[in-house]
């Protein structure tokens, strides 16, 4: 539907299988928020594990791309207000805590000023930054990272 000022707008999402499902009620899920602004954006969606076994663990991925004039962070705060984390590229200069993916093979040196936004740096070498140092294999001590010093940061 289309979406206009202040009116509510539901995203349905339904997961279907060719297995026997032992408990079809929790196959779909929805979320109803009102569209207070009207905002620009692609989404696209994806998952690790297109046929996964009862039980398993499946990884969604929602990629946005902000095509319009509001911020990034005003977008957070409007359609993913009860994610834990939100991670978007991009947004250079948006007053946001940055991780900085850097290659020695695309760019002679790293592009984020060491500010106060800059919280950690992934990098196929050694940088000179003030900030925690992951090569670009360690996902899993990032993730962590982030964890500790963002995720529970912001939480009660």
């Known amino acids: 539907s289309d979406a206009t000022a202040n009116s509510p707008q539901t995203n349905t999402v339904c997961v279907t299988s060719d297995i026997d499902d032992t408990n079809p009620s929790d196959d779909c899920a929805n979320s109803t928020f009102n569209a207070t602004n009207i905002v620009d954006v692609g989404v696209v969606k994806t998952v690790d594990t297109l046929y996964p076994g009862e039980g398993d663990t499946i990884v969604y991925t929602i990629n946005v791309t902000n095509y319009g004039p509001i911020?990034?962070?005003?977008l957070v705060d409007l359609y993913f207000s009860e994610v834990d984390l939100v991670l978007t590229e991009g947004y250079k200069k948006e007053a946001i805590p940055k991780v900085e993916i850097f290659r020695s093979t695309i760019h002679a040196d790293p592009l984020a000023d060491p500010g106060e936004t800059l919280i950690a740096m992934m990098?196929?070498?050694e940088v000179s930054r003030p900030v925690p140092r992951f090569t670009l294999e360690e996902t899993g001590p990032l993730a962590e990272f982030l964890v500790e010093n963002v995720?529970?940061?912001?939480?009660p």
């Open 123 to 125: 990098s196929d070498v």
């Open 71 to 74: 911020p990034v962070t005003n």
């Open 151 to 155: 995720l529970h940061k912001f939480q």
